[in-house]
């Protein structure tokens, strides 16, 4: 006889009785039966290859390399199989292996720029399969802008200026690429520094005024033994990745 269990996971006990020809019915006979349909459970977490900062899914990253954690991994039913952890850059291919090697995992994502998604299968000993996919979005294209510097009559700089006083236009900001993370801000120091000192404070792109007329207020640096006083820009996007410095010099008159 073919018999149909209840739909849902668990333990199955199914009752027979036999009756005779007077009517007579026996003690049930019980089986009991597992049913198991669900694959092994467990959470994921991604973060950048140092494993020091989290990433959430859906967030922009500038690299391929990411660091992927499994925790409470189990199955309460038929239990774990023993290859029972896949890690795949498609939905096709199949890498199975042990726990103990995959819960702390260093992966490498398909290169360029876009949504990269991870297939992660968990396997329990009857073969259910339950398929964790984090993605995260892959951004390495720099961002890029540049300033002019303004004089306290409205003209643009020539390279000489006699006040401190200055304004500056930003424009042409903008992060490219196949997968753009947008403009996150701008760094902007004064000094032949090739990086922006310790002190200096980001300014996020909705401060920035981009509609024409806009600018910002800047006091030039000291002048350098040349006579020149060296303003720097850096934009950085949301994936954390930075541009060239743009930088204007004006000699002090």
């Not at 994921?44 to 900062?53: A, C, E, L, P, Q």
């Not at 409470?72 to 498609?90: A, I």
């Not at 509609?211 to 006579?227: A, K, N, S």
Request: proline residues 5%; glycine residues 8%; hydrophobic residues 30%.
């Amino acid at each position: 006889k073919t018999w149909t269990l209840s739909e849902d996971d668990g333990e199955k006990t199914i009752y027979i009785r036999v009756k005779d020809q007077f009517d007579h019915i026996s003690e049930p006979a019980m089986v009991s039966v597992t049913l198991d349909k669900s694959g092994p459970d467990g959470t994921v977490t991604i973060k950048n290859k140092n494993g020091d900062t989290t990433i959430k899914e859906g967030e922009f990253i500038n690299t391929c390399d990411i660091l992927i954690i499994l925790d409470n991994v189990e199955d309460n039913l038929s239990g774990l199989h023993e290859y029972c952890v896949s890690f795949s850059n498609n939905e096709n291919d199949y890498n199975w292996g042990k726990l103990q090697d995959a819960t702390t995992k260093l992966w490498t994502l398909p290169d360029g720029d876009g949504k990269k998604t991870v297939y992660i299968r968990l396997q329990d000993k009857l073969g259910n399969i339950t398929t964790k996919v984090p993605f995260v979005i892959v951004d390495k294209t720099r961002p890029t802008g540049e300033f002019t510097i303004i004089l306290p009559d409205g003209s643009e700089s020539k390279g000489y200026t006699n006040s401190h006083d200055i304004k500056l236009k930003i424009s042409n900001l903008e992060d490219r690429g196949n997968a753009p993370s947008g403009v996150k801000g701008i760094y902007l120091w004064n000094g032949d520094s090739e990086t922006p000192p310790s002190n200096t404070k980001f300014i996020k792109y909705e401060d920035i005024p981009l509609e024409e007329g806009g600018y910002l207020e800047w006091e030039l640096g000291e002048p350098d033994p040349e006579g020149k006083c060296r303003v720097n820009m850096l934009v950085v996007d949301n994936a954390g990745n930075v541009s060239d410095i743009d930088e204007e010099d004006d000699e002090k008159d």
